[in-house]
């Protein structure tokens, strides 16, 4: 029973992190009618903006957490513009080809910057373990799920209550309609990736104290979250929260209770299952062209 | 400053897609506050037109003066703000989002105040959105959406609204609230221009009549005079 | 028998019915045309007859042939061809390619024949040239052969679309508007390339805005409106319903 | 009608060509230098049957260094457990890889677009778990080592022992000659027009007849097939099979040679695999900067050569005197045909 729930909450962690990037993905592809390929690559390059920030220079960790979120919402906003703006009315083909190479740029400049070996970045809470309800529990665990659970609620509110927020839903709708009532739907692309990178930086931040960051980590990122978004139906945001942490749960239980080498096996079984009996996703309405 | 009377003045205007050009040197004024009608038959430019003027589809040629500036080849943003409206042909409201949600989108450019009250009084002019509030668009019948486009792209209160189609794929009733709505609109001082199949239904309210034919004016006049133009009959009226 | 039968076919799309319950027949030989107001059901029935859609309800047969479950490209490779109304061609292709793209299995030869290109293949790849150039030639777009087909102009664009529709030599041929956006001269050659056809033996079922194509040479003529069968016959019968004037041109 | 002039020219070039590869390694002294020539050849293939799938059909598959790795590593086993011959070896690891296509082809194709891409990518991504975890299959980390040298007989007649790098180049030229034949006449037969319908419209391709599914299988597995053979010939070349040949980082280099040199155009896949493996030996650039530039170079080609480098190439030729006679002359030959 104690490892079951110690499962479940490493399965919760775990499904946050892909969420965190599936959500970015589930939002650029509805916004911008983009798949980016190199989303998890730029997790990793938030991880690594937290390790200078908190390792390299010293900062207190909630400066180091925002730091992070700060410079990747800056960054996303750059990518935006350098590598996605000249070919967003190119064909998807174009898009996934051109994410790919920014994917292998970021991997191996960041392998010359700080080296192909995995780096840890334990913060003092990583080893206070408290006890909840009979159950021995890492305090970095917790932080992970309340403050990424708030920044998914600050999000979700920010969509539905705010004119910019609305207006990104809108363009999932119908892009010509937007244009019609006068969003300017370049900004709103360049926006829509600053801030699902600034997410991307606070994710970071918080999950990389439990794992071990390297360049090469956003790959399998990449994919696993594109399986959450293609489970949750493309495009939509809380399908892709949902396929993501189903996906971490499932993974976690694997790991713990069948074997740990397949549980990237079991993310991708549960894509195929999907797709086979739900093409549409599990949240997704009638068909989508891509 | 422009004449006064002129809304729109388009001169030899040329555009199309790509290497296929739909318009070959148009040239048209529009008066304020009337009700103008586009007819033709299908692929003679009614909707590239509108299009042109709106800025969704770039002019190769000429010049379209909106309200005394030149408006060839502005972003639809600019082109809104200056005071020109446009509904485009088939379904153009957010399927997903309430009948509340979409006339806020349809405010989207303004930043002022009024917006919640505009949209009230949007409910008050046409009661058939009022008790839709909440429901989705997409959910509401192809009519009912006509009118939504049509508040939508109202509450910028243009000067001219320009409508692709109104009563494209709708019922007769509906047709007939629909250009009930054209004729309010109008009647409170907006200038409309509206491209329609249905000719005579069109030309029956309209003050000025304007037929296009293979990117050309083919034939302008009043209404009537255009209802009753012999070869017009023939040609897109049926006899 | 009829060379083509559809009964009772119903297609909805969200809650809304784009076809209602429609019977239709063709026979071999007649040259029809399917008329209506935008939004009518005439490109949705076509798409349900060519398996390009589903059909809710109904069945289309073919020759005796239940076809309405068909796979499209099993339909085409039964002879029936057809046209779409958004005016679809390969853009980036020569005149003579797109004209060889219209003829793909129709003459039955197998993927490995194709490869091994076999003496049979390459008398049928020789047949098909030969073709391509009958039709270029018999719709005028000879000069034009190696020209990348983005280049024409839009009646000459619709011309080769209408060529390329016959390369497989079908029975019976869909033609959705061709003559929509061309100007009166195109639509004049359009015109008579259908009534030479048809005098020819090939049987034409197409869609049409155009009342003066469609009262011209149409034997016999189909209102559809809102979804609807509402009247059928002869021009002269359907230009003195009053129902039908009302449906397409509004009081 | 092709005159017979305009055949000419082509015919003689290449055959100055294929002098000139089987005279290569008699000049080349530098073995590494031949090396890197049957590296270019393997990238050559490879390069060239991945274009049967992306350019011709423009399936986006992420999962084709999978079957050139599968091949490697069935050609390895075979050889190292039962010690079958390479000619068996070859044809078998072909198999494997199609085999595999066909299996997973089954749902992915099913996919649109982008769906069948993400599909793909995780199928490889499966693939390499199963390489690195499953030590009693594949060795592990440790790859499977031992791989014979081939030994190619026929008969009394022949009896080639494969040892010296300009034997092996001269067997992988054999095989790209094969693989070159078998592209071209995919790509310029009539399956090759229908390949083109579906890149260019499905929809249009359906209404003339075309199954999809049964022509995009068929790439899709015969390009499997060709992955796994050259997968074979090069795990009896390094004579092992390692977890890095089905790494990600092959299908990057793919996409950069079709997309740098010219997706759908044979040349152009071509002169992007001599560019991406021979060009950089010279600059003698580390392995993790080269693949920055590669990507620079990607995102460059993409925005500015839309039609890669042979399409600027021919703008080039075109523009040349000597081109200009020719079609001309090309020209003359058709009117009077």
């Known amino acids: ?290 | 400053m422009a004449d006064e009377a002129r809304i729109l003045e388009i001169n030899d205007l040329f555009s199309g897609y790509g290497e296929i050009e739909v318009l070959k040197g148009v040239s048209l004024e529009i008066e304020n506050g009337e009700i103008a009608s586009i007819i033709g038959a299908n692929g003679a430019g009614k909707s590239t037109l509108l299009k042109t003027v709106f800025g969704l589809v770039k002019a190769s040629h000429g010049s379209v003066v909106f309200d005394g500036q030149d408006i060839a080849n502005k972003r639809p943003t600019d082109i809104l703000r200056l005071g020109l409206s446009y509904v485009p042909q088939g379904r153009c409201n957010f399927p997903a989002m309430s009948v509340n949600d979409n006339l806020e989108m349809g405010a989207y450019i303004r930043t002022d105040k009024e917006v919640k009250a505009d949209i009230e009084s949007m409910f008050e002019r046409f009661p058939i959105l009022e008790a839709r509030k909440e429901v989705m668009a997409g959910n509401m019948s192809g009519g009912e959406q006509q009118i939504l486009e049509m508040a939508m792209a109202l509450l910028l209160h243009p000067k001219l609204i320009m409508i692709d189609e109104p009563s494209l794929g709708l019922a007769p009733q509906l047709v007939e609230l629909v250009f009930k709505a054209i004729q309010r609109i109008n009647a409170d001082g907006t200038t409309t221009v509206m491209v329609e199949q249905n000719a005579k239904k069109a030309l029956s309210v309209s003050d000025h009549g304007i037929v296009l034919v293979l990117g050309q004016i083919g034939f302008e006049g009043t209404g009537e005079e255009i209802a009753n133009n012999e070869e017009v009959r023939r040609h897109y009226l049926g006899g | 028998m009829a060379l083509l039968d559809v009964r009772g076919l119903t297609k909805k799309f969200l809650g809304l019915t784009a076809v209602d319950n429609v019977d239709i027949t063709i026979e071999t030989g007649e040259l029809v045309s399917l008329i209506g107001p935008n939004g009518s059901g005439k490109t949705t029935l076509f798409n349900c007859v060519t398996g390009f859609l589903e059909a809710d309800a109904g069945h289309v047969h073919y020759r005796d042939r239940d076809i309405t479950k068909r796979a499209p490209y099993e339909i085409a490779l039964l002879g029936l061809s057809r046209t779409f109304q958004q005016a679809r061609i390969y853009r980036r292709l020569s005149v003579v390619e797109n004209l060889l793209m219209g003829i793909q299995q129709h003459q039955g030869e197998s993927i490995l024949e194709r490869v091994l290109l076999t003496r049979k293949v390459r008398r049928l790849e020789q047949e098909a040239t030969e073709r391509a150039e009958e039709l270029m030639d018999f719709v005028g777009l000879t000069h034009l052969r190696d020209q990348p087909a983005g280049n024409l102009s839009y009646g000459q664009y619709k011309l080769l679309i209408f060529a390329t529709a016959l390369m497989p030599d079908p029975d019976l041929l869909l033609l959705d508007e061709p003559a929509a956006a061309i100007n009166p001269t195109m639509i004049n050659r359009m015109k008579e390339h259908m009534v030479d056809l048809n005098r020819a033996g090939k049987t034409i079922f197409f869609i049409e805005h155009n009342m003066e194509v469609v009262m011209d040479i149409c034997e016999r003529i189909i209102v559809l409106d809102a979804g609807r069968k509402i009247a059928e016959g002869p021009p002269d019968s359907i230009r003195n319903n009053e129902r039908c004037m009302e449906a397409y041109f509004g009081r | 009608m092709t005159s017979a002039r305009n055949l000419w020219i082509p015919a003689a070039l290449s055959v100055a060509l294929l002098m000139v590869l089987i005279g290569l390694p008699l000049v080349i002294e530098n073995r590494y230098l031949v090396h890197i020539l049957i590296m270019t050849g393997v990238y050559c293939a490879l390069a060239l049957s991945y274009d049967l799938v992306v350019g011709h059909v423009g399936l986006l598959s992420l999962a084709h260094p999978t079957f050139f790795g599968v091949g490697a590593y069935a050609a390895a086993i075979l050889s190292t457990r039962v010690a079958s011959p390479f000619l068996v070896n070859l044809v078998v690891a072909g198999f494997v890889a199609a085999g595999l296509a066909s299996v997973v082809s089954f749902p992915f194709l099913r996919l649109a677009g982008a769906s069948f891409a993400i599909g793909t990518l995780g199928f490889a991504l499966i693939i390499q778990l199963v390489a690195n975890n499953e030590v009693w299959l594949t060795g592990g980390t440790d790859c499977t080592i031992g791989v014979a040298r081939p030994r190619l007989t026929l008969g009394p007649w022949i009896d080639w022992r494969v040892s010296s790098v300009s034997d092996y180049y001269y067997l992988m030229l054999i095989i790209l000659l094969l693989v070159v034949v078998l592209c071209w006449r995919l790509t310029t037969s009539r399956v090759g027009r229908t390949f083109i319908s579906i890149r260019e419209d499905e929809i249009l391709a359906m209404a003339s007849g075309v199954n999809l599914l049964k022509y995009k299988t068929f790439a899709f597995v015969v390009g499997a097939f060709i992955a796994g053979s050259v997968g074979a010939y090069y795990a009896h070349y390094s004579t092992l099979a390692c977890p890095e040949a089905l790494s990600s980082y092959m299908t990057i280099a793919l996409l950069i040679m079709l997309f740098v040199g010219g997706v759908g155009r044979m040349r152009g896949v071509v002169l992007g695999a001599i560019m991406f493996t021979f060009v950089p030996e010279f600059l003698r650039i580390a392995p993790t900067l080269r693949m920055v530039i590669y990507g620079v170079l990607l995102l460059l080609a993409i925005r500015y050569m839309p039609e890669g480098l042979d399409g600027v190439v021919t703008k080039w030729w075109r523009k040349l005197p000597l081109a200009r006679t020719l079609a001309s002359s090309g020209e003359n030959n058709q009117k009077a045909g």
Request: hydrophobic content about 55%.
């Open chain 1, 1 to 290: 029973m104690e490892t079951f729930v110690e499962q479940l909450l490493n399965g919760l962690t775990l499904g946050l992190m892909y969420a965190s990037v599936a959500v970015g993905q589930a939002l650029i592809f509805g916004v911008a009618r983009l798949i980016n390929f190199a989303h998890g690559d730029l997790f990793m390059v938030g991880a690594y903006v937290f390790f200078v920030a908190y390792s390299v220079l010293g900062l207190p960790y909630p400066v180091a957490i925002c730091v992070s979120a700060v410079v990747m919402f800056g960054f996303g906003g750059l990518f935006e513009r350098v590598i996605v703006r000249p070919i967003l009315d190119r064909p998807w083909h174009v898009h996934l080809v051109a994410t790919l190479g920014a994917s292998i740029i970021l991997i191996s400049a960041f392998t010359l910057m700080w080296g192909s070996t995995a780096k840890q970045v334990p913060t003092s809470y990583s080893a206070t373990i408290l006890q909840v309800a009979g159950f021995r529990v890492s305090l970095q665990r917790i932080i992970v799920v309340v403050v990424t659970l708030l920044s998914f609620l600050a999000l979700h509110l920010f969509l539905q209550k705010t004119k910019t927020g609305k207006a990104m839903k809108a363009m999932s709708q119908n892009r010509e309609a937007c244009a019609v009532v006068g969003v300017d739907v370049r900004r709103l692309s360049t926006l829509t990736f600053a801030i699902s990178c600034g997410l991307l930086g606070l994710a970071a931040s918080l999950v990389s104290p439990l794992f071990t960051i390297s360049p090469t980590m956003g790959m399998g990122l990449t994919f696993k979250a594109f399986a959450a978004v293609i489970m949750g139906g493309f495009g939509q945001v809380n399908g892709a929260i949902y396929g993501a942490i189903i996906l971490g749960v499932t993974e976690a239980l694997t790991a713990g209770y069948i074997s740990s080498a397949y549980t990237d096996a079991m993310a991708f079984a549960m894509m195929i299952l999907v797709l086979l009996l739900r093409p549409q996703g599990l949240l997704g309405r009638g068909k989508v062209g891509i």
